[in-house]
């Protein structure tokens, strides 16, 4: 199962890089003066700072009052546009054959909020609907205020993948599962997202998750044995917790 996980998270750990920005510093002259950028070169006089994209300036170190790090002022909203991680855990509330049934499900996914209120991204994660399952799905959100706490729906949809392991293998319905194969996954529920601080969001959420999953179970007898495939569906409340990183 590790084997699997691991190139899913590795590809969404290596996307978020991409968003990442280089420090930059807002350095006081003397005079009063302040001017932000990235410092490209620190040498004993002098002072080089990248300003812009194609422009480097040159500052004599004596003329320099204080440096420290630059601090964004301007507050992240609901539809303040840009690259965003997701993070949710969720509570998966349903029954089964054996009555109530309540499993954990962890999200991962990233994308980009557009300023008409459509956040747009890819996901995947671990979930155990009976046997443990990777989501792969595209996510699409939608918040109709410009604030930060905003409503929002969202919906998933894409393809789980199915995994054994020792439990599911040997003791589930008290039939070996030899193999398994994924299903078609939905999720769709509402939420509110609560930006707290200023490039961060705590989101609460309730929803309505859907998967199928097929498995093939080995059943012996004196003599001989057979196999037989099952297909269940899946159909769980979805409690869930997240925050949001800008």
């Known amino acids: 199962m590790i084997r699997l996980i691991a190139p899913a998270i590795a590809l969404l750990l290596s996307l978020s890089c991409i968003a990442q920005e280089k420090q930059r510093q807002l350095i006081t002259l003397n005079d009063g003066s302040r001017l932000s950028g990235i410092i490209v070169s620190d040498s004993l006089d002098i002072l080089k700072v990248n300003i812009l994209d194609n422009q480097t300036l040159s500052i004599n170190k004596p003329d ?3 440096i420290k790090p630059f601090e964004n002022t301007v507050q992240t909203l609901s539809k303040t546009k840009g690259y965003f991680i997701h993070f949710t855990a ?8 054996l009555g109530n049934a309540y499993d954990m499900s962890f999200h991962l996914s990233n994308g980009y909020q557009l300023t008409n209120g ?4 890819i996901g995947s ?7 443990p399952v990777i989501p792969l799905y595209a996510d699409i959100h939608y918040h109709p205020l410009n604030s930060r706490i905003s409503p929002f729906v969202y919906l998933k949809s894409g393809y789980g993948l199915a995994l054994l392991d020792n439990e599911t293998q040997n003791n589930y ?3 070996p599962i030899t193999d398994s194969k994924g299903g078609f996954l939905f999720n769709t529920g509402v939420g509110i997202a609560m930006y707290t601080w200023q490039k961060a969001a705590v989101t609460v959420g309730i929803g309505y998750r859907f998967q199928k999953v097929t498995t093939f179970r080995r059943n ?11 297909e269940t569906t899946f159909q769980r409340i979805e409690l869930q917790l997240g925050f949001v990183f800008r």
């Open 64 to 66: 320099v009052l204080a």
């Open 173 to 175: 319905y008290y039939e």
């Open 220 to 230: 012996d007898w004196w003599g001989g044995s057979s196999t037989t495939e099952y």
């Open 90 to 97: 969720s509570v998966l509330a349903g029954e089964n054959d």
């Open 118 to 121: 459509l956040r747009l991204g």
């Open 125 to 131: 994660g671990i979930e155990r609907l009976g046997i």
